[in-house]
């Protein structure tokens, strides 16, 4: 699973560079979100924009990596595809995560 990571002020920005999180790969997703964010201590954006397909396997694996952060840090979620984005919804975890457009409009929400 390949994840990129780049730094903002006061923001962790980790990149899923892969075009499926689904059953096949969301284990290698949870381990290299646990290896990428564990030094940390500020919010994780997580950059969808890459994800064309989700399954439940693949949401799990974001919420372990959401609790895997901690109570004071938070993960949200940006660049959903219109497929990746139609599941958030429908499983209503759109309401679990703060979710953005893009990038930037979630680091424009985060310097507000």
Do not use: Y
Request: proline share 3%.
């Amino acid at each position: 699973m390949e994840l990129t990571s780049s730094k903002e002020p006061g923001l962790q920005i980790v990149t899923v560079q892969e075009q499926r999180i689904d059953a096949s790969v969301a284990l290698a997703f949870k381990d290299r979100m646990r290896q990428i964010t564990e030094e940390g201590t500020e919010p994780v954006l997580l950059d969808l924009n890459h994800v064309q397909f989700i399954d439940s396997s693949g949401l799990g694996a974001i919420v372990a990596a959401m609790k895997n952060l901690g109570p004071d840090r938070r993960l949200i979620l940006a660049g959903l595809t219109t497929t990746v984005e139609k599941v958030f919804r429908l499983t209503r975890m759109d309401s679990v995560f703060g979710v953005f457009s893009t990038v930037e409009e979630a680091l424009a929400e985060m310097r507000a």
